[in-house]
Each structure stands twice: as C-alpha cells, then as structure tokens.
C-alpha cells in the first residue's frame, strides 16, 4: 500500500508541467489568497511585498489569478500597477480590462497609461472591449495631445486585426 501512496503523491505532484506557458494550477485551494496577502493589505505592507506579491501570480493560471491581478491595479506604487498591467498584456486577461481602462483615464504616470493602452488595445472589436468602449479609448489615444500617446495607440492600431463590420 505505501508503494501505492507513493506512487498517487508523485502524480498528483508532477500534474503541473513548469514549463507550461498557461501557469500552474495552485497545489492547495488558499494558496492565491496566502501569495497576495500583501496586496490586500497595502496600507501596511511594504511596496517590495506587494511588488514580490503581484509578480508571483505569473506561475499561476489565468483563470485564478485575474482577481487578484486586478486588486493589484488599484494598488497605490505605480511599480506594483506597472507590473500587474504588464502580467495582464501579456497573459491578455480580459478580467484585467476594467482597471485598464480606469488607469489610462485617470493615472497621472505616463508608463501606466501607455502600458493601459495596450491592454485596451488587446481587446478592440471585441464583446470585452465594446463593454468597455476600447475602442474609444484607442480612438482618443490617437488624437491626444502627446505624441508619444499617440504614436504609441499608432503602434497598436497598426497590429490589429480588422473585421469587415468594425471598418
């Protein structure tokens, strides 16, 4: 029977692939809850915590982490927002488009709004970025004031894919 045990425990351990590019699933069910702590409790956690927190949800799985992802967007060091909005282009969690959306019209830093712009971008002509007028959004970037802003939405309109209803 230990031969057995032994044997189940090695399968159940090796049921993540490290080297899958989706993440792993979380081995026990509060261990999401247990790794962004810090973010939860941001007025008395350092920025290095939160920081460490939020950077720590990329061995995850999408579908368990953009909860947290998205408490991170509302954390107040713009480090720990410029890290989770990377973690949402990269990974294009639609979860993550709201609180985009939110810091490309209200954050004062200009790598967060820009970094906002292309999660925005991810989701043009989508059912996600209509409910969240992306495409507004991309069309405004494009006409703001900044150049930068603006050749930056250029770059992200350039790589999307048009539907022949959106033109």
């Known amino acids: 029977m ?10 159940l351990l090796s049921f993540d692939d490290p080297a899958d590019p989706e993440g792993r699933w979380p081995r026990w069910p509060t261990e999401i809850e247990v790794e962004t702590a810090p973010l939860r409790a941001s007025d008395v956690a350092s920025d290095l915590r939160r920081l460490n927190a939020v950077s720590a949800l990329g061995e ?19 480090a720990v927002r410029r890290v989770a909005l990377d ?44 409910a969240v007028e992306a495409d507004r959004i991309m069309l405004d970037a494009l006409r703001d004031s900044d150049e930068l802003v603006r050749a930056h939405a250029a770059s992200i309109v350039r790589h999307l894919e048009w539907s022949e209803d959106a033109l």
């Open 87 to 130: 973690l949402c282009a990269d990974r294009g969690l639609a979860g993550c488009l709201p609180g985009a959306v939110r810091l490309w019209e209200e954050d004062v830093e200009a790598q967060i709004r820009l970094r906002a712009l292309d999660v925005a971008g991810l989701f043009v002509g989508t059912p996600e970025g209509r």
């Open 2 to 11: 230990p031969a057995l045990s032994f044997a189940l425990a090695l399968t």
């Open 60 to 78: 995850y799985r999408n579908e368990v982490i953009e909860e947290a992802v998205g408490l991170a967007l509302s954390d107040p060091s713009p």
